[in-house]
Nanobody, 113 residues
Framework: VQLQASGGGLVQPGGSLRLSCTAS???????LGWYRQAPEKQRELVAV???????NYADSVKGRFTVSRDHAKNAVYLQMNSLEPEDTAIYYCYARNAWGAVWGQGTQVTVSS
């Protein structure tokens, strides 16, 4: 079972990034999405797709971030626009099915001028 994430990096405030995550060896996923953890803070939900269609967002990213899922590729994407310094964190891909959950290795997103 593996979640392979990519797309992080350094971007200026107001810029955009797109994160990608592909799940392998993990079937019947009913929750797929993204969490993040900033320095000295707890890990928090960013955006997830549940039951294939419902999308849940953290209040802090609503209107700026868009999560999408490709069932055929077993992948999830996070389009992040209007990035703010407060979005700086390690972003983790997350997947859950009826038997358990798995985390990806994390990708660093840094928003700074």
């Amino acid at each position: 079972v593996q979640l392979q994430a990519s797309g992080g990096g350094l971007v200026q405030p107001g810029g955009s990034l797109r994160l990608s995550c592909t799940a392998s060896g993990f079937r019947s996923i009913n929750v797929l999405g993204w969490y993040r953890q900033a320095p000295e803070k707890q890990r928090e939900l960013v955006a997830v797709v549940t039951s294939g269609v419902r999308k849940n967002y953290a209040d802090s990213v609503k209107g700026r971030f868009t999560v999408s899922r490709d069932h055929a590729k077993n992948a999830v994407y996070l389009q992040m626009n209007s990035l703010e310094p407060e979005d700086t964190a390690i972003y983790y891909c997350y997947a859950r099915n009826a038997w358990g959950a798995v985390w990806g290795q994390g990708t660093q997103v840094t928003v700074s001028s």
